[in-house]
């Protein structure tokens, strides 16, 4: 295998030019910067992809930033964008955010300093405007993941939330409820607002004034959802039905209930949302709106993709919620008095 002191000496260099070149960190004049990549191609120090890279300015890289890396959420919507950019011969990079302003433009900029050649950014805490210029300034495409931005609504990818929370609470009403909780999700961000938003819409249709005392905002985790549940239980008020914001605070809120002696959906019936993996083998197996988030990350895929090659695309920008009805919700009728 040749060395890095051979390309230097083939391209008449320092080992430490050729460094530069290859980090891309540091200026280097365009002379040298042509001898160090014909020395690499020659002397095949580097596959020839990434060598046409360094010339291209290209690293054959889509970079997408998350809120964490560990949710489940994440994992099947990375799995779509994965299997697009497989297809056209590129490879994933990830960075989290972790839904806090400066470590999500962290994560962007870690990015971009990789020379991802496009990215596809999920950032809760950043604002429509800073999202609006990150996009004009950028020199690679980007795509919005999970908010619609009126500013750049062509390359926003995301789900009616409002649609998602109606239907959950719709769901409930039929079958009788009429004191239905909700678990909402951090109202900093713009999904939880709007399945709040549907919650009170659906309520608002079924003639039943809302009651703020029903409402305990989580943060969208089992622990979370687990101390949600808990604060609405303490506020007593015959409480026959919870909408809960996604799956994990619906898991945590199932514990909460049966550590309180209510089984479910005996004493309480539940909904969750985003319908991850989860939520089937959950016991009961929870009833929730999913989000197609294999779909969508695809979708944000290939419009970078598109993008990036200067052509035009037609995929669907705004999913639709589906109700998954499993065993998690029963009627008001059939309980014991």
Do not use: W
């Not at 020395?39 to 120090?45: F, S, V």
């Not at 972790?98 to 433009?105: L, Q, T």
């Not at 609504?153 to 239907?167: I, K, T």
Request: net charge negative; glycine share 8%.
């Amino acid at each position: 295998m040749p060395t890095i002191k051979e390309v230097s000496q083939r391209a008449h260099v320092s080992p430490s030019t050729v460094s530069r070149v290859l980090n891309g960190t540091t200026p280097v004049s365009p002379d040298a910067r042509e001898r160090v990549l014909r020395a690499i191609e020659e002397l095949d120090y580097t596959p020839n992809a990434f060598a046409r890279g360094l010339a291209t300015n290209r690293s054959g890289g889509i970079g997408v930033t998350t809120n964490d890396i560990g949710s489940p959420y994440y994992a099947v919507m990375l799995r779509g964008v994965e299997a697009a950019i497989e297809d056209a011969g590129l490879h994933l990079m990830v960075s989290s955010g972790h839904a806090r302003a400066g470590s999500e433009r962290s994560a962007i900029q870690f990015l971009k300093q990789r020379r991802s050649d496009a990215l596809i950014v999920q950032a809760e805490a950043l604002s429509d405007g800073e999202l609006i210029e990150l996009a004009a300034e950028a020199d690679v495409p980007v795509v919005v993941f999970g908010r619609r931005i009126p500013e750049l609504d062509p390359v926003c990818v995301d789900l009616d939330n409002e649609a998602g929370g109606r239907m959950a609470t719709q769901h409930l009403l039929e079958h009788g409820h009429r004191r239905i909780g909700h678990i909402a999700g951090p109202l900093r961000f713009p999904d939880a607002r709007e399945r709040l938003q549907g919650y009170r819409a659906a309520l608002d249709a079924a003639g039943i004034a809302y009651d703020d005392h029903l409402v305990v905002e989580g943060d969208f985790r089992e622990g979370g959802g687990r101390a949600a549940m808990e604060r609405l239980l303490d506020r007593g008020g015959d409480l026959d039905a919870v909408f809960v914001a996604n799956d994990q605070m619906a898991a945590g809120a199932m514990r909460a209930a049966r550590d309180r002696g209510l089984e479910i959906p005996t004493d309480l019936s539940l909904v969750g949302y985003d319908d991850v993996l989860l939520a089937q083998y959950l016991s009961p197996a929870l009833t929730t709106v999913r989000q197609p988030l294999f779909d969508m990350g695809r979708a944000a895929a290939e419009i970078a993709i598109a993008l990036l090659e200067q052509r035009k695309v037609e995929v669907t920008t705004r999913f639709e919620p589906e109700l998954v009805v499993r065993e998690s919700v029963a009627p008001v009728a059939t309980r014991p008095a």
